[in-house]
C-alpha cells in the first residue's frame, strides 16, 4: 500500500511549502510582483526566489504578466496568481431569491444572476438551486466541474449533531438531513452552509467596516433580526449553531415569547424587525410600503421623523445591550436594510441609546461592505477554502 510522506519540521519540503504560500499570498495582497519585489518581501535570496517562482509557474498557480519599466536598469518580469488555478462560487439564499457569484481564485467575480424562487415547489428546491449555480458558470464561460467550493448563506444554521437546517421555518424545501450531500451531488463541487449573518460578518472583517478588529458583534436588521459574533477573530457558532439568533431573544416591551419553536419568533423581532417598525412608523404618520422606505422617509421628515427613529434606535440599542452586557465586544457594527436606510443619523442615535443601558462602550459603525454583504462574505469563505486545498497541492 503506497505511504503519504508527511513534511518534518524544518525539513525542505516544509520551508519550500511555507515560502510558496508566502509569496502566493502576498501576490494576491499586492498585485504582479517581480522576483526582486518577491525576494525583498519574503527575505529570500534572489536564487531562491527564481526557484520558487519556477515551481509555482510550472504549477499552473502564477503566470507572467509584462515587465515593470519606468527604472533604472532592465525591465523586470511580473508574476501573478494564475486566475485559472480555480473558480468558487458563493450563493445569498432569501425566501424570495437565490443569488449567485462566481469568481476566480484572485477573488475577481466574474458572473453574477438573480434568480426568483417564486413557483419552486419544496421538492424541486435542490434542483433549482443546482440550474441557478450552472447557469452562473456558463455565464463566466468556464466549463461544468470547474468549481472549486460553493458556500450558501441562509437565514438559519445547520446543527452539527443532526445535518438539518435550524431556525429556517420561512424557508421550505431546505430541511433535509442530507441537505449538503445533496447539494453537493447536484452542483457537482464541494458545498457548505453558513448562516447568512455570519457571512455578513466575515465580508465585514475582509473588506469593510470591521477590517483589523478580532472581536466584534455585528447586527442585522431587516425583515429579521439575527446577530454575528467575533471572538479572537473567529466565529462564534455555538453548540447547535445558533449563536447570534437574537430574534428569538426576550426583551422588555415586548411580548415574553412562548412556544417560539413554533411561532418562529421572539421578543426582539417583535420589537424591531420590518413588521414592527411599519407599525411603529405608522403611528407616527410615516406609512410606507417597506421598512426600510418608512425609515428613509423619517430622515426627510423633521419632528415626527426624529422622534420614530429614536423611538427605533431605542429599541435596536435595547437588543444590542443585552449582546454587549454578555460578550463585551470591541466594535459593534450594523447592517441590513434599516440601518442601511437610517444612515449616519441612526447609527449615532443608537450610539448614544446604548450608552445610556450598558457599562462598555463599544465603538458603533455602520456597513460599508459594497453590494450584498451575505453575498461577499460567501465568496470569501469558498476562496479560503480552495486556496487552502489549491495552492497546498503542487
Same mark, same amino acid.
Given at each position: 500500500?503506497?505511504?503519504?510522506?508527511?513534511?518534518?519540521?524544518?525539513?525542505?519540503?516544509?520551508?519550500?511549502?511555507?515560502?510558496?504560500?508566502?509569496?502566493?499570498?502576498?501576490?494576491?495582497?499586492?498585485?504582479?510582483?517581480?522576483?526582486?519585489?518577491?525576494?525583498?518581501?519574503?527575505?529570500?535570496?534572489?536564487?531562491?526566489?527564481?526557484?520558487?517562482?519556477?515551481?509555482?509557474?510550472?504549477?499552473?498557480?502564477?503566470?507572467?504578466?509584462?515587465?515593470?519599466?519606468?527604472?533604472?536598469?532592465?525591465?523586470?518580469?511580473?508574476?501573478?496568481?494564475?486566475?485559472?488555478?480555480?473558480?468558487?462560487?458563493?450563493?445569498?439564499?432569501?425566501?424570495?431569491?437565490?443569488?449567485?457569484?462566481?469568481?476566480?481564485?484572485?477573488?475577481?467575480?466574474?458572473?453574477?444572476?438573480?434568480?426568483?424562487?417564486?413557483?419552486?415547489?419544496?421538492?424541486?428546491?435542490?434542483?433549482?438551486?443546482?440550474?441557478?449555480?450552472?447557469?452562473?458558470?456558463?455565464?463566466?464561460?468556464?466549463?461544468?466541474?470547474?468549481?472549486?467550493?460553493?458556500?450558501?448563506?441562509?437565514?438559519?444554521?445547520?446543527?452539527?449533531?443532526?445535518?438539518?437546517?435550524?431556525?429556517?421555518?420561512?424557508?421550505?424545501?431546505?430541511?433535509?438531513?442530507?441537505?449538503?450531500?445533496?447539494?453537493?451531488?447536484?452542483?457537482?463541487?464541494?458545498?457548505?452552509?453558513?448562516?447568512?449573518?455570519?457571512?455578513?460578518?466575515?465580508?465585514?472583517?475582509?473588506?469593510?467596516?470591521?477590517?483589523?478588529?478580532?472581536?466584534?458583534?455585528?447586527?442585522?436588521?431587516?425583515?429579521?433580526?439575527?446577530?454575528?459574533?467575533?471572538?479572537?477573530?473567529?466565529?462564534?457558532?455555538?453548540?447547535?449553531?445558533?449563536?447570534?439568533?437574537?430574534?428569538?431573544?426576550?426583551?422588555?416591551?415586548?411580548?415574553?415569547?412562548?412556544?417560539?419553536?413554533?411561532?418562529?419568533?421572539?421578543?426582539?423581532?417583535?420589537?424591531?424587525?420590518?413588521?414592527?417598525?411599519?407599525?411603529?412608523?405608522?403611528?407616527?404618520?410615516?406609512?410606507?410600503?417597506?421598512?426600510?422606505?418608512?425609515?428613509?422617509? !423619517?430622515?426627510?421628515? &423633521? $419632528? +415626527? =421623523?426624529? @422622534?420614530? /427613529?429614536?423611538? #427605533?434606535?431605542?429599541?435596536?440599542?435595547?437588543? *444590542?445591550?443585552?449582546?454587549?452586557?454578555?460578550?463585551?465586544?470591541?466594535?459593534?457594527?450594523? !447592517?441590513?436594510?434599516? &440601518? $442601511? +436606510? =437610517?444612515? @449616519?443619523? /441612526?447609527?449615532? #442615535?443608537?450610539?448614544?441609546?446604548?450608552?445610556? *443601558?450598558?457599562?462598555?462602550?463599544?465603538?458603533?459603525?455602520?456597513?460599508?461592505?459594497?453590494?450584498?454583504?451575505?453575498?461577499? $462574505? +460567501?465568496?470569501?469563505?469558498? /476562496?479560503?477554502?480552495?486556496?487552502?486545498?489549491?495552492?497546498?497541492?503542487?
Amino acid at each position: 500500500m503506497a505511504t503519504t510522506r508527511i513534511p518534518l519540521p524544518g525539513t525542505p519540503s516544509l520551508l519550500r511549502a511555507i515560502n510558496d504560500r508566502a509569496a502566493l499570498e502576498l501576490l494576491l495582497a499586492n498585485g504582479p510582483l517581480s522576483r526582486t519585489q518577491i525576494g525583498t518581501l519574503t527575505g529570500l535570496s534572489k536564487p531562491t526566489a527564481s526557484q520558487l517562482l519556477a515551481r509555482l509557474e510550472a504549477a499552473g498557480l502564477v503566470v507572467a504578466v509584462g515587465t515593470t519599466a519606468g527604472g533604472p536598469g532592465p525591465n523586470a518580469q511580473l508574476y501573478q496568481v494564475n486566475p485559472a488555478a480555480g473558480y468558487v462560487a458563493g450563493l445569498d439564499v432569501t425566501s424570495t431569491e437565490v443569488r449567485v457569484a462566481v469568481a476566480d481564485i484572485t477573488g475577481t467575480t466574474l458572473a453574477e444572476q438573480r434568480v426568483p424562487t417564486k413557483g419552486w415547489s419544496a421538492a424541486a428546491t435542490v434542483t433549482k438551486v443546482a440550474e441557478a449555480v450552472a447557469g452562473t458558470v456558463r455565464r463566466a464561460g468556464l466549463a461544468q466541474g470547474a468549481l472549486r467550493e460553493v458556500v450558501l448563506g441562509i437565514g438559519g444554521a445547520l446543527d452539527p449533531a443532526t445535518g438539518r437546517l435550524r431556525y429556517a421555518a420561512h424557508l421550505p424545501g431546505w430541511h433535509s438531513p442530507r441537505l449538503v450531500a445533496e447539494l453537493e451531488d447536484a452542483i457537482g463541487a464541494p458545498v457548505s452552509i453558513e448562516n447568512d449573518v455570519n457571512l455578513a460578518a466575515v465580508a465585514e472583517q475582509a473588506q469593510g467596516a470591521a477590517q483589523g478588529c478580532e472581536d466584534f458583534v455585528l447586527l442585522w436588521a431587516g425583515e429579521g433580526i439575527g446577530a454575528a459574533i467575533v471572538i479572537a477573530g473567529r466565529l462564534h457558532r455555538g453548540f447547535t449553531g445558533g449563536a447570534g439568533e437574537v430574534g428569538y431573544m426576550p426583551l422588555p416591551g415586548a411580548p415574553v415569547p412562548r412556544g417560539v419553536r413554533r411561532k418562529n419568533s421572539g421578543g426582539f423581532q417583535e420589537l424591531a424587525g420590518s413588521p414592527a417598525v411599519l407599525a411603529l412608523a405608522r403611528q407616527y404618520g410615516l406609512g410606507a410600503r417597506t421598512a426600510e422606505r418608512a425609515v428613509a422617509k !423619517a430622515l426627510r421628515t &423633521p $419632528g +415626527a =421623523g426624529e @422622534e420614530f /427613529l429614536a423611538v #427605533l434606535a431605542g429599541r435596536l440599542a435595547l437588543g *444590542l445591550a443585552s449582546i454587549v452586557s454578555v460578550v463585551d465586544p470591541e466594535l459593534l457594527v450594523l !447592517a441590513g436594510e434599516l &440601518p $442601511g +436606510a =437610517g444612515g @449616519e443619523r /441612526l447609527r449615532q #442615535l443608537i450610539q448614544g441609546a446604548l450608552q445610556e *443601558l450598558v457599562m462598555p462602550r463599544p465603538e458603533v459603525r455602520s456597513s460599508t461592505v459594497p453590494g450584498f454583504p451575505v453575498l461577499q $462574505g +460567501a465568496l470569501q469563505r469558498a /476562496l479560503v477554502t480552495a486556496r487552502d486545498a489549491v495552492f497546498s497541492t503542487h
